[in-house]
């Protein structure tokens, strides 16, 4: 409890806070005044609190970034405060350059009226495209969210079921992808830990991300592994109002049952070694990309100011920054045994580049001029890569 009007005023400060992050508030007003009571006494302080809720209906054209890495346009329906507790309903429809539409229609609930602490239920269907594997996949499926937060960092406990069609999408495509070809269910149980100190994800100038995935499929259908990754960022400030970011992360998948391409590890891209086209390293079948069981990919990257160009908040140098990297990484289908691990770190693919880096909202868009090592043919020198997320 307050015992101060400092401590007061502080909390205050913080509903005000928690009730903007709820999302449904234009504006929350507080006004601190005397308390009297009957007898005309001063008896503490009185509390009143004035707030103007936004419009619970909201339009909006965007862009996204697919799973595949591919950008697409977006155009989404919110409700807000749906049963005036906060909760969310949105529908969203998102298409890309040939490609089907995709669809998701999502509902989150707040609890206790923390917007980090949330449950949420999704059905969606998304038909992905994925050229250097040879085959596309229409994904239908719902799932149920719980995020948690905790003092530790915060917890995402997750179930999804989805069903997957997926069908060659070319005459060259070899007998390792075609075997994959089908229909396929699976029924997976998640958790995502998360600790993240980082001020912002596009450009953060100190900071560090840590996150820890692990997901179980086997609660029915035909789909059956136990799969782990993580990833780990941190960020230093330097002279110059630069940053040096420094980037790992690694994955390993034990099957339980027959294979699923669909959920193997893939790697190489913008968003990952750059250099190297998307999904283009690890276990190929006549040029085609069949997935891994285990990766890893590191990154260093210096992230500086255009000449001329300090990134104030409202200047241009906000959103642009010039971009050196050097990363590195592999991916391979492997047991677990010491002879396969250290093939796995002795047969690295690396790269080094310069480009400029964009923020574009919550993403950061990159274009790259990249010198792959232990190249292939099809390996890429300049490179645009868009993303939220990026593995290094």
């Keep these: 409890a307050a015992k101060t009007f400092n401590d007061v005023f502080r909390d205050c400060l913080a509903v005000k806070h928690q009730l903007y992050e709820l999302g449904i508030f234009r504006t929350v007003s507080i006004l601190i005044d005397s308390a009297y009571n009957d007898s005309g006494e001063p008896s503490g302080l009185e509390i009143n609190m004035t707030v103007e809720e936004t419009k619970r209906l909201r339009g909006k054209v965007s862009s996204a970034i697919a799973a595949n890495n591919e950008l697409q346009g977006l155009v989404s329906l919110t409700v807000r405060n749906v049963f005036g507790r906060a909760e969310m309903l949105e529908a969203k429809v998102s298409t890309g350059k040939n490609v089907e539409p995709s669809y998701e229609l999502s509902f989150t609930k707040p609890i206790h009226a923390k917007k980090d602490h949330n449950v949420s239920f999704v059905v969606q269907r998304t038909p992905l495209d994925f050229p250097r594997s040879g085959y596309k996949e229409t994904s239908t499926g719902a799932s149920v969210q719980y995020s948690l937060p905790s003092k530790f960092g915060d917890h995402m406990f997750k ?30 149980i998640g958790h995502t830990f998360t600790i993240d100190s980082r001020p912002e994800t596009v450009f953060p100038s100190k900071g560090s991300l840590f996150q820890f995935t692990q997901e179980y499929a086997g609660l029915g259908g035909d789909v059956k592994f136990a799969k782990y990754d993580s990833k780990l960022q941190t960020n230093i400030s330097l002279p110059l109002e630069s940053t040096l970011t420094l980037a790992l ?11 699923n391409i669909s959920d193997s590890f893939f790697l190489g891209g913008p968003s990952s070694v750059r250099g190297f086209s998307m999904h283009g390293l690890g276990p190929q079948d006549q040029g085609y990309s069949l997935g891994a069981d285990a990766f890893w990919a ?15 908040e409202s200047g241009i140098g906000h959103y642009l920054r010039a971009h050196f990297f050097l990363t590195a990484g592999n991916c391979d289908s492997l047991t677990l045994d010491r002879r396969q691990f250290s093939n796995i770190f002795a047969q690295l693919r690396w790269s080094y580049g310069a480009g400029l880096a964009l923020r574009l909202g919550p993403a950061r868009v990159e274009l790259n001029y990249c010198v792959p090592k232990s190249a292939q043919p099809a390996d890429i020198h300049f490179q645009v890569g868009f993303g ?5």
């Excluded at 992360?249 to 294979?259: F, Q």
């Excluded at 210096?302 to 300090?310: A, D, Q």
Aim: hydrophobic share 35%; charged share 15%.
């Design 298 to 312: 590191s990154g260093v990257h210096l992230f500086t100011p255009l000449p001329f160009l300090r990134p104030s």
């Design 159 to 188: 179930y999804n079921v989805d069903w997957r069609h997926r069908l060659v999408s070319s005459m060259a495509t070899p007998f390792g992808v075609r075997q994959h070809a089908g229909h396929s269910l699976k029924s997976s």
């Design 249 to 259: 992360s690694g994955g390993i998948l034990k099957w339980l049952g027959e294979r």
């Design 388 to 392: 939220l997320h990026y593995s290094c």
